[in-house]
């Protein structure tokens, strides 16, 4: 009984600070239709920031508290809403997402700048010296006390805010109709920017509270603000009272399960990823959305070459591959086998994201199974490719099976519920924490792919195998179909196409793709680590294509060259400067101004030579200013 | 809101069994919140006729559309298709029976060209229906037919909404339906390509094929419509042939209410 009402009481607590970090999100999504990925990382600024104002310079409490929640977190929402999310309006949601999680690994990277990961820091509880108190045979501390006292607090000053104050009533109408709401006087745009500056202070107060609970680590506390995602989806990422609950549900459900698990067995590997299996199962029942299309404006979809040429451009590829395996010291063939493995990854993506219009946060995912089955069983014989790519092939059947009605920010979201659930459940169970997997690399008999060199030239094979396959694709039968999707699902329902089937299948061939290159990644680098395939490290591998160019070539390879050259460029920087994540970050961030990324600027690059040197393009690809509709677009984006 | 008139009263009851009764609705409502869309709905278009579904704006045609294609769920009634009632069918269930549609906000596959549109939806048409025909041909005939041989390569989203539109009729009849559905196919034509269209129509309806069609050109409506329903605040407030639609009273009513 004691055990239980301890959990209990550890569950509303935990609760309460889920209910925190929801209610945020929610006030942000409602009134700006954008779902902020980075509010978890808000919330480990917040307290980490207070850390630095009340522990390293001694500040008293209530300043410090003042400073972070009152003036910084909000200063903070503000300028992000001015500088990323108003620019977004009318934009896809696929760019919405990318933005918001260009913004969540830029904050980690600088977290890690200004505080360095290797320092020890303790945020004390408050009251930490105050005596608990006694209820019967239960002990409560003061800090519990206060965190539940802060929560209800919220809550009935939201419920009044929202139902009694001029601004909280102006912003009910910005989330009914913007436009009805601008014409009473009210600037959407204003209220959007309040509405983000409060959700920050609640991510900061979340972070603050959750912070002495556990440690003050950069992605500990990030996580698990994250984890309050999933009660910001009970409430449907409307309904305030509902997130509360949700909250509350989660908390007890995290805590019960925690203290009741037995030990070994499945249950107690899936204890740590409840709350992302709650997620993922939340929105599975959310009710379907109508089949619609919201992209007014797709991105500009570069030539596509044919045959011939992708099979030239291979060659010299190939070429080239081979020059540089005789050239390239030991150290420059590992990056260079790990950019062209990285691009079979991003190959994977383009076939998925780019060509059928699908997010996914879990492909770092597939390429961990991939690496997980060719370390466990295939001892890097050809049957170890077949293994790694048919559970690569499972899982991502499974993924599409359940998120078949999902499309846009549900399926993104649940995507990175399956990655972050299968980082927490799976990976770090298997390899352990801290702890490495052995792969063999890949032999073909009668092949020497033993050595550096050898594999380096292996991988340049493979990609270009992989690439002019996705290409022929692309030009195909089901490279139609998977544009159509893209274009327009509803179009395509009422052609008679099962859409349910078309993306079971683009899931399977993509995640068989990326698990072949999970085989290929284990081999390169001779042992794996659950942190190889962490869920920020999926957000990152979205984030590159993005960069390069979602629906090209040239942008998977350009991408996965810049990501296999961080480790490189960070060795030459402070340790400390995460360039990983500030880079791609920053990168990420700014394609809000150009959505076509590097592969878009080459193809258009290479239309407009053609244009110059006389001949007509290949296939027409009408540039994009010639579109009125994109001009249109564009205005709106600036 | 109007009262049922004469001609809704006097229009033959049919049997979505009977062989000619390609599509039926019936007593379809849709309610959005507290809107109702659509009210009590009944409609019927005929092999080998083309219907007219008209009405002011915000009537509840489009709503209608996506009933009957699947793509919104009615809150009562039913749809039957070719004798079968697919009331509880997925979207490309009930296309496979033989149905196509096109839509006022255009639905078109953006980043393909013309040819393109065409040729995926009779691919996909051949792919359903396994009926062995070269989707290659039939995209050919097709882009001949609805007058898009001149701009077959180019990409749909770069052309004007007009043609566009016929991008959609085409791709519909790729997939070779006996029930074809059209939201206002003549908005943004000039007026030969209007006429060119209602001849189509015409042409199409002598096939065999059932055509409804959500139109606002008065005179395309009249002229090439077999019969018409005239909805207004989601209710059927009349039926009947252009003749008798054009002097239903209630229809005026409904018309010049709406324009003043």
Redesign the interface.
Known sequence: MTTFLALTTLGIVVGCIYGLTATGLVVTYTTSGIFNFAHGAIGMMGAFTYWQLSVAWGWPVWLSLVAVLLVGAPVFGAVVERVLIRPLHGSSVDLTIVITLGLLLFLIGLANVLWKPTEARVLPAFFAGATPLQIGSLSVSINQVLVVVVAIVVAVGLRVMFSRTRVGIAMRGVVDDPDLAAMTGVSPARIQQLSWALGSSLAALAGILLAPLVTLNILTLTLLVINGYAAALFGRLKSLPRTAVGAIILGLLVNYAKGYTPAGGLLEQLQPAIPMIFLFFLLIWIPAA????SSA??TA?PTVPGLRQSVLVGAALVLLAVVLSQTLSAPNLLIGGRAFILAITLLSLVLLTGYSGQVSLCHLTFVGLGSYAMGTWGGGSLVGVVFAVLLSVLAGCLVAAFTSRLRGLYLALATFAFAKAMDEAFFLRELGEGGTLTVQRLQIPGVATESDAAYFLLSAVIFTAAAIGVLAIRRG?FG??L??L???P??????????NVTKLVVFACSAGLAGLSGALFGGLQGTVSALDFNVLGSLSLLLALRIGGVNTITGALFGATCFALFPTLQSHVPANLQLAYLLTGLAAVSIGRDPDGFGGQVSKLGARLRAVRGTPPS????STA??P??EEARLVHS | MSTPSAATLQSPVFDPRDPDVVLSVQNVSVKFGGVQAVNNANITALKGQVTGLIGPNGAGKTTTFNVI????QPTEGQVWIAGTDVSRL???RR??LG???T?QRL???????AH??V???A???RA?SKDGSDPRAVAHEILDRVGLRGVA???V??LPTGLARLV?LG??LA?RPQLLLLDEPGSGLDETESVALGDLLIELAAEGMAVLVVEHDVDLVMRVCDRIHVLDFGQVICVGVPREVQADPAVQAAYLGAET
Do not use: I, K
Not at chain 1, 619 to 622: D, E, G, L, Q, W
Not at chain 2, 69 to 72: K, M, Q, S, V
Not at chain 2, 107 to 113: K, P, Q
């Open positions: 109508r089949l619609r299309t404006a797709g979809a039968r139609r179909q544009t159509a893209s274009d327009s509803a179009a395509c329902a009422t052609l008679g196409v099962n859409t296939a027409p690809s009408p010639s579109r509709e994109l | 294609t699947g793509l919104e997925a979207p490309y296309a496979r149905m196509a549609r839509f639905e078109v596959f953006g980043t393909l060209t393109d549109n040729l995926a939806a691919e996909f048409r359903w390569h180019e990409r989203d770069a959609e791709r519909g997939t």
